[in-house]
């Protein structure tokens, strides 16, 4: 955790509360308490109303680690991010001014900070798991509209408050991991500003929550700044931050002191004495290396010993799986963050990306590199190039950046294209591609990568003159990539292609990279977010040109999902998000390959024969699942297949579900043909 990457001034507050239910039900006010098999935790970021702006990343890891660190016990640890924004979901949102959307495995479009949960607790969370303000008044009008109510009338306070906390209650039983149980502690992270207008429902419902499940299912961590003026490390901000959240009828059990250097004995017993904690209720959060080593600060500093004897934790049933798993995860963990301190040869990628002004972008890209860097023991040396700079209008009009651009791309190791939408800057990316695939450096395209890396071989191997997408270039020849038929283009949110879905093998992928990658197996599970494919009548032009190969389809073996070169040490492309399904101690396939590639062809097939004995999917089985009217296939094709590993959900007759299906796409190629492409003018600003 760096203050580099994080402008901090230096009269900021911060703050995160955690409330954890236990499912002991001795320590509940009455035996039949609803809340006897229910966990929780709850981080909402709080600020001063004198000061600017929250620390959500000191937050965040906070809160993630406090998980991990419960993990490691055997405990079930789940989480929910409350956002007070009126947005349904970040669907919609620009990523330049939220950060990357974060796809989850039900197709659930949410805040990156749901990423970091599922990477550091290695769980799989749902859509209910990211609150809005949207989504809680939307689903309190559709109660009033319904009648719910009785008649009365609908307020903020008891009602909204109400709706929140019995979200919580509904989401924290839902399994998140492999053992399909209920988790034992629930994490709550609230964003925004408390004192705003948008948090106030959400700071009230918490305040209530804490009567509602009894103080012994409940504890705050409350995180400050601590700022350097003169040398000297400052308290006020605490004091003050304390005292207003009192205010809020929230009392602190821990106050967690962000600091850029290790918090001073004298500090500590000085916020001990004024803020009316013990001094091991204080704990020092400074500067580290990296964010992986947090969990392992707040553990020397006594943090879980503290909240398993606040909580009674140490009474929870934890059966002895569960207890080896969670002392194996500690050793590994450490080990991690051992061994990547004591690496010294680095790789070199270079980003090429659309969004790179805000870096939180692609969030989960530059984790997923990071993990893939640590598996192959090197440090990760990531350069960002904004794909405009490296067209050739940028030469007029700003030579150094230009040339700056082409010099990091030439240099790099390997390049990575990853997602977006919109024109600008797609032609710097093809540009990208073709000095990957003609210089044999390691290439990685991620969804807008992979269409992009389509478009350049129609272009330059199969000689297809203006090749081009549909949305880059409506009115281009040989659209090689097509609006799906299926989506509508003119509701934005939530109607691509989401979520979790399998990618099936052809036939002779044997010696397949990818394949290879995702352990040999028929059937590989990524998460999708997108509206475009490519076009069906293209694939054997485009496959005839020996060198590329569709080396993965969809469930019905109609899209195509994951392409591959055969004469090049590593170049591949998803037309999916393998980045939102990484995890620290189980790198992502495609991105592992990238890295192990750039490091060199021994590194590439140690990995290779590694991943073949031990890959194993991020998912539970429970979320290997289609709908049943996806799984079928299309009959005038003649191809049927039945894949092991892919189970449906529900049952439809396959001619009534192909008759439909056709009126279906018949109704939107015909919306298309009207279409005059509005739409199109808003693929820049949207995601």
Known sequence: MNCA????????????????????????DTPDSPFSNWSFLYDPDYIHPLLSQPLPTSCLSLASSTGLLLKTTGLKVTAIKIDPYMNIDAGTMAPTEHGEVYVLNDGGETDLDLGNYERYLNISLGRDNNVTTGKVYQHVIERERRGDY?????????????AIQDW?????????DETGEEPDVCIIELGGTVGDIESAPFVEAMRQFQFRVGHDNFALIYVSLIPVVGGEQKTKPTQAGVRDLRGLGLLPDLIACRCEHPLLTATMEKVSMFCHVSPKQVVGVHNVSSTYHV?????????????????NLGELPVSQELRAKGESLMGRWRALTIGQERLFDSVAIVLVGKYTSLQDSYMSVVKSLEHASM???RKLVLHWVDSSDLEPQGEVSDPVRYHDAWRAVCSARGILVPGGFGHRGTEGMIAAVKWAREQKVPYLGICLGFQVAVIEWARNVCHLQGANSA???????????????????????????????????????GSSKLRRLYGGKQVAWERHRHRYEVEPKYVDELE???????????????????????DHPYFVALQAHPEFCSRPLNPSPPFLGLIAAACGGSVLAEQLALSEKEYTAPHPESAKVIPASEAVTDLAKGRKQAIDGIRVRGEVKEEESLETSGKMMGKVHLKENLSNGSANGLSEHLP
């Not at 990457?5 to 509940?28: G, H």
């Not at 009785?150 to 109400?162: A, D, S, Y």
């Open 295 to 311: 969990p392992l600060l707040l553990r020397d500093q006594g943090l879980l010993e503290y909240l398993q004897k606040r909580l």
């Open 544 to 566: 005839a040109k020996r060198g590329l190969r569709f080396v993965g389809k969809d469930e019905r073996g109609e899209r195509m999902q994951m392409l591959e070169l055969d």
């Open 471 to 509: 949305e880059l270039a409506p009115e281009t020849s040989h659209p090689v990539i097509c609006f799906m038929p299926e989506i509508s283009k003119t509701q934005m949110g939530g109607t691509m292609r989401l979520g979790l879905r399998p990618t099936v093998f052809e036939p002779d992928t």
């Open 5 to 28: 990457d994080v402008n901090l001034p230096t009269t900021l507050i911060s703050m995160l509360t955690s409330i954890l239910l236990t499912k002991d039900t001795s320590i509940l």
């Open 375 to 377: 598996r192959c023991d």
């Open 150 to 162: 009785l008649g009365k009338t609908v307020q903020i306070i008891p009602h909204l408050t109400n």
């Open 168 to 176: 919580i209650e509904r989401v924290s039983k839902i399994p998140v």
